[in-house]
């Protein structure tokens, strides 16, 4: 294919985001038949040699669209490679036939739904922040939850880096002495954003999991199993955030029409007098 962006096949191709493909480029790292690029270049997929830090960006001429679920267990990163030798998420979708690359991310100590995909342009409809597609979690916290932790749960609350997190849906599945089995759902993407959540209000994570994504769920998947997402799926995911965008745009436009207008001082008819 002709005349297609750089950055735009560096994330098709899963080397990196298309935010991270602008940085490296800047300095210098990407070349295109052995010349530094330079943003918004172009190139021809058929016929052009794609490196980074000198290794070749391979570029199948037909590539099949694959789109997979991962239950991602506890222990393992989410990352494409890891130079301290620990265990990342692909080691567990290693036989996979085609490479693909996670969608977003959870923690090392979070288990539960992980997208995989080859399909840059889906990852980033998924991991956009003004798209808003809902994430559901199954947190368990210790100690108890009072009502009023709950509460300030349901309507945000301020991290330690001092932004505020948007309203979460919050039901209590079960209350005991020592802990709460709480199921929150979210649709922000902030960094450890349910650990952080709850350590705001004076609450502990001791396991949490990812459930299910749009109206996409976990279901009866086992740890480290994974399957491909049906066409259905993968529909209502794009539909999601293709809603979730719509969503944004809109609250973006009420809030510039209620926004106070500056008063314009009125000028004295006749001009100004000399």
Request: with cysteine; aromatic share 4%; charged share 30%.
């Amino acid at each position: 294919m002709r005349d297609v962006r750089i950055q735009k096949v560096l994330s098709e191709q899963g080397v990196c985001s298309r935010r991270a493909a602008e940085q490296i480029i800047r300095e210098g790292r990407v070349k295109l038949n052995g010349r530094p690029v330079s943003l918004g270049d172009k190139m021809d997929t058929a016929r052009d040699l794609l490196t980074v830090d000198g290794q070749r960006v391979y570029i199948p001429r037909v590539q099949e669209k694959m789109y997979i679920m991962l239950y991602k267990p506890r222990g393992y990163i989410t990352t494409t490679s890891d130079e301290r030798g620990r265990k990342t998420v692909m080691d567990l979708v290693s036989d996979v036939p085609v490479r693909v690359f996670p969608i977003g991310r959870l923690d090392k100590d979070s288990e539960g739904m992980l997208l995989f995909t080859n399909d840059g342009e889906f990852a980033n409809l998924l991991t956009h922040p003004s798209h808003g597609v809902s994430k559901l979690y199954r947190v368990t916290v210790r100690p108890h939850a009072t009502e009023q932790q709950v509460l300030q749960l349901t309507q945000g609350v301020t991290l330690d880096d001092g932004t505020t997190t948007q309203p979460a849906v919050i039901q209590v599945v079960a209350d005991e002495p020592g802990r709460t089995v709480l199921e929150m759902t979210i649709r922000e993407g902030k960094n450890r954003q349910i650990r952080r959540m709850c350590e705001a209000v004076g609450l502990e994570v001791i396991r949490l999991r990812r459930s299910a994504m749009g109206a996409v769920k976990l279901g009866m998947l086992q740890p480290g199993q994974y399957r491909e997402l049906t066409r259905s799926e993968v529909a209502a995911l794009r539909a999601a955030a293709v809603k979730g965008k719509a969503r944004a745009r809109t609250q973006q436009q009420q809030a510039a029409a209620a926004a106070p207008r500056p008063v314009r001082a009125k000028q004295k008819k006749g001009g100004a007098r000399r």
